[in-house]
């Protein structure tokens, strides 16, 4: 049987016959499965919600559980899984690093897949690792379906991915998918091969809005720490001495959001993936099966984006708070500057490859009529490396022009809504564009697995048995990641024009915001030019060209980390099956045993300094000098697990599962490396450095886990069910913090009496000028070069209009070009807050999941849906302090999904609906610890297939109909992270079976 119809059936006999709490996706036929994605299928059963990139599935969270929480295996195999998403997040993602253990299933084609499993209650037999679930993709073996001969298919579409209607230079608008299944077994079914291959290819464009971050403060810094000027606020007219404030909070402790930018993305990219499988079977013997198989997974992304960036310089002319009496967020800035101040032209590219191979070897032996034995063994590797042609993993060229005068953004219509004044050297044009800082992040993770095992199986008769055995896994995780940058033509862009004159047409002037759809950027005029190019091309030119006027490439961060992890298991499981009454029943019951040893090796780059660039830029530089530091830990778990079946009427069966799982540590909370950032402000008014360090004798979580179920199979294909569960977590890991100097490194920002910055703010208070942070940099830089306090007042006040308490933008950019201000002997010391992941958190999360199925007698409409509620006592507090991490669980949200569904005459077709409510994606991001909130997303999907004959097929889908977009925020829904925009793809395929 084939068809959307009897792959459901074929799912609902593998949760019905399966012991605990299992739901299955089955192929429709050979080489089809029911989705262009294995996560975006995996979305429609209960209790699974998944995270897209560019609008593809790729992690998935169980339960509530995130993907570092849930193991994925391969015909019951761990999979090696390495994971750096550098391609397709906000500006965060330049910086990503491998340093969990998440599986990215838009690496493997469907096509290759014939059924995935989710197994939601632990198993015995089944590997740890999984607290939220464990989900085994099962591919195709040749002497499974009992068919001798060859048979196969073979299939091709068309992608068309309707963003690329206004794509500048992504290539072909219309992109090839090709797959093939090939199957072969001798008559009398001793031998037999199986091949799969494919090649999928997808162009795309992407606009999305950011904000770079939002400062949560008490409303008095607000008012004292530079964001306003000197007089505070006032209700009436601005004037040079106040800031007008409009909702101004009333307590003067009550937190403020403020962010320090506004800018737009556009991207154009692409995403090339490649998928082999390749498996020989020999039965000599009716009583022993021989299996050799290999996979082969290969997907390289890439996109090249265009930054246009507002900084804001500060004290703001004018702000207005929205009201909120936690979090007032300003939904409303304007700043007029003492001259004119960069806008900023970022060319970024991105391209990262991953890699999977997995090789295997099986042999089931039935000893005799009653005694089996299965021996299997494999070496699994995955990789993600840097794909850019300078072998980076992105390359963030810094260029902008000088040119506003005066900036404002608007926080109510989703997405930022700037405005700019451009200053006398309008109208802007590429002469004006000058470069600033390249930079390049190089990230990589790999991860090798060796895995061998025995399994023994008695049969005690009546469907009965005893099962038992062992597994040793070896699991050897490393990752990198460097960070460079080189001054250009620095942050003051002192060279305007360079760009054009160094490397002639690179850049094209464009509509940025032109290209956005759905969110509204405004009407201003003056925003609407910027320029693109592509970034690794462009800085392969600049970086030689000041590499030779001195302006070498300095290395900011090094890690090397390295974690090797053996595990011991052994296990027995006895499932009993007869009758309790005249009810059929079931019980399995197992014990499963493990002895984990781990051991942490990381270099520690041993910083020279923390540099002041300019009013809040600081840079790590680090020394020659690295140690490597290495520590371990080893653990020893007991796990059991109950499951128990009856069957209360006939098709209505009730169940009751607990099991003990566990899930390990992310990677990089075992690290043994020390390492520092800077402050995102200087200390004097606020700003905190940070350090971190990891903690290599970590515990495992352990999860106490209850199910229950009632589960009603009123037909083969249709049936409703409805499921509790409650998870009882311990050995949560929190953070540990202390404050303490590292390296010996001083702060130059510290202000403290006989230092530069200390003299710098007696005499910006001496005259009466705002403490802001550009008005501290620049009077220290001036100390700093004229070697006199005196003088430098004279130079500031020169410079300073005392009217518009302002400094002249062009003298700022010209201190911005100077020297650096190195700490020197008079400053303090860095007072770094240092976190250190500790188990030191408990948590509950318990929810509902119902489902259903049902299709109207023989007239081929059915439908089916399902509902996961899930609920748990570790929230983010919005309100708690700014300074400190705050502990909550990752991807906790309610999810649905909705299925029409016609099935006959030869058309297949279904009209899903899925649908993820809010869920917390991040937490403790840069200096205030914010959160990252996804906004609920729904997407609506179609597929349509119509059998021309039984051997030649046509296809069309359509996903994302509705053009949903993507939008996360931090602690209210106006403090933007990042918001980008999807379209709708559709695809045309035909497919010929023989």
């Known amino acids: 049987m084939t068809g959307i119809r009897a792959s459901l059936e074929r799912a609902i006999a593998i949760k019905r016959e399966s012991p605990g709490i299992v739901d299955a996706i089955s192929a429709e036929d050979i080489g089809k499965f029911p989705d262009t994605n294995l996560a975006e299928s995996l979305q429609r059963v209960p209790g699974v919600s998944i995270n897209r990139t560019n609008g593809e599935g790729s992690l998935v969270t169980v339960r509530g559980f995130g993907p570092n929480f849930n193991l994925v295996t391969l015909n019951g195999r761990q999979l090696a899984a390495a994971n750096v998403a550098v391609v397709g997040g906000d500006q965060n993602s330049d910086g990503a690093q491998g340093t969990t253990r998440s599986f990215d299933f838009s690496n493997l084609a469907t096509e290759g897949v014939r059924t995935l499993e989710v197994y939601k209650t632990g198993r015995a037999a089944v590997p740890s690792g999984g607290i939220g679930a464990t989900i085994n993709v099962v591919t195709r073996r040749p002497l499974d379906n009992g068919t001798a001969g060859l048979s196969g298919s073979v299939g091709a579409k068309a992608v068309y991915d309707t963003s690329v209607d206004g794509c500048l230079d992504c290539g072909s608008k219309v992109t090839p998918e090709f797959s093939g299944v090939l199957s072969w077994s001798d008559p009398e079914q001793r031998l037999g091969f199986n091949l799969f291959g494919s090649y999928q290819k997808r162009n795309f464009t992407s606009i999305s809005a950011t904000s770079n971050d939002w400062n949560i403060i008490p409303y008095s810094t607000f008012l004292t720490g530079g ?184 926080y109510l219509s989703g997405i930022p809504q700037q405005d700019i004044t451009l200053g006398a050297s309008a109208p802007l044009d590429i002469n004006d564009v000058g470069s600033s800082i390249g930079r390049t992040r190089s990230s990589i993770q790999n991860q090798k697995v060796k895995e061998v095992r025995a399994d023994f199986g008695w049969d005690l008769g009546e469907g009965s048995r005893f099962d038992f055995g062992g597994n040793f896994r070896k699991v050897e995780t490393t990752q990198t990641y460097t960070e460079t940058q080189q001054t250009l033509g620095d942050w003051g862009l002192a060279n305007p024009g360079d760009v054009q004159r160094q490397a002639p047409g690179a850049l094209q002037a464009f509509c940025l915001v032109c290209k956005f759809e759905h969110y509204n950027p405004g009407s201003d005029p003056d925003s609407r030019l910027a320029f693109r190019g592509n970034g690794a091309a462009i800085y392969s030119i600049m970086s030689p060209y000041y590499a030779s006027r001195g302006n070498a490439v300095a290395v900011n961060s090094r890690n090397d980390n390295r974690v090797n992890e053996e595990i011991w298991a052994a296990y027995g499981q006895l499932t009993w099956k007869g009758e309790i009454g005249n009810a059929p029943a079931r019980l399995v019951g197992g014990l499963r045993y493990e002895h984990t040893k781990s051991h942490t090796t990381s270099l520690t780059a041993v910083p020279a300094g923390i540099e002041w660039d300019s009013d809040n830029d600081f840079t790590v530089v680090l020394s020659n000098q690295g140690q490597y530091l290495s520590d371990g ?191 020197n002997g008079t400053d303090a010391l860095w007072q770094f807050q240092v976190t250190q992941p500790i188990n030191n958190r408990d948590a509950e999360i318990y929810g509902v999941e119902l489902a259903g199925q049902y299709f109207l007698g023989t007239t081929g409409f059915g439908v089916a849906a399902q509902y996961t509620l899930v609920r748990g006592n570790i929230g983010f507090n ?47 991001r840069q200096g205030s610890r914010n959160p990252e909130f996804t906004a609920p997303f729904g997407q609506l999907d179609m597929n349509i297939s119509y059998e021309i004959t039984p051997q030649i097929a046509i296809t069309f889908e359509g996903i994302n109909l509705t053009e949903e977009s993507v939008r996360t925020y931090a602690r209210d829904e106006k403090q933007l992270w990042f918001a980008q925009e999807l379209d709708r793809r559709f695809l045309l395929g035909a497919r010929f079976k023989f």
Request: glycine share 8%.
């Open 878 to 924: 919005i309100g708690a302090d700014p300074s400190q991490d705050q502990f909550a669980l990752v991807g906790l949200s309610d999810t649905a999904s909705g299925t029409l569904i016609y099935d006959k005459n030869g058309i297949s077709a279904r009209l899903a609906y899925n649908w993820r409510g809010k869920s917390l994606s991040g937490v403790n």
């Open 227 to 410: 964001f306003a000027r000197s007089g505070g606020a006032c209700t009436g007219a601005a004037t040079p001495t106040c800031t007008v404030v409009k909702n101004a909070p009333t307590n003067p402790n009550q937190l403020v959001a403020i962010p320090n930018d506004s800018r737009y993305h556009y991207a154009e990219g692409s995403r090339e993936r490649i998928n082999g499988q390749a498996t020989v079977q020999f039965k000599p013997t009716d009583t022993l099966t021989l299996t050799a198989d290999a996979l082969y997974a290969q997907n390289k992304q890439r996109e090249e984006r265009s930054d246009v960036s507002n900084w804001f310089s500060r004290p703001f002319d004018e702000v207005t708070f929205d009201g909120n009496t936690t979090v007032a967020t300003a939904t409303y800035l304007h700043e007029t500057l003492g001259g004119q101040k960069d806008e900023g032209f970022e060319a970024q590219s991105r391209a990262q490859k991953s890699k999977i191979e997995d090789y295997g070897l099986n042999a089931k032996w039935e000893i005799s009529p009653t005694f089996s034995l299965n021996l299997d063994g494999h070496i699994s590797s995955a990789s993600s490396r840097p794909d850019n042609p300078n072998g980076v993993s992105s390359t963030l060229m810094g260029m902008g022009a000088n040119v506003v005068a005066a900036h404002s953004v608007t």
């Open 633 to 823: 830990g080893s653990y020893d778990n007991i796990l059991p697990q109950v499951d128990f079946q009856v069957e209360l009427q006939r098709n209505l069966l009730a169940r009751l599962s607990y099991s003990k799982t566990i899930a390990r540590p992310n990677y990089n909370n075992l690290y043994t490396s020390v390492t520092v950032g800077g402050p995102p402000r200087p200390s004097i008014n606020g700003g905190i450095p940070t350090g971190n360090t990891g903690n290599a004798r970590l515990r495992p979580l352990i999860s106490d886990n209850f199910d229950a179920s009632l589960e009603w199979y009123f037909k083969p294909d249709s049936y409703v069910s409805a499921s509790f569960f409650d998870k009882r977590v311990r050995n949560f890991i929190g953070n540990g913090q202390y404050t303490s100097p590292l390296f010996g490194l001083r702060d130059p920002t510290s202000a403290v009496a006989g230092s530069r910055s200390g003299a710098a703010r007696d005499a910006l208070q001496g005259i009466g000028a705002d403490t802001s942070d550009v008005n501290l940099y620049v009077m220290t830089s001036l100390i700093q070069s004229t070697g006199s306090t005196a003088a430098a007042v004279q130079q500031f006040n020169a410079n300073y209009n005392a009217t518009a308490r302002a400094l002249d933008e062009a003298f700022i950019q010209s201190i911005n070009n100077g020297p650096r201000i190195q700490a």
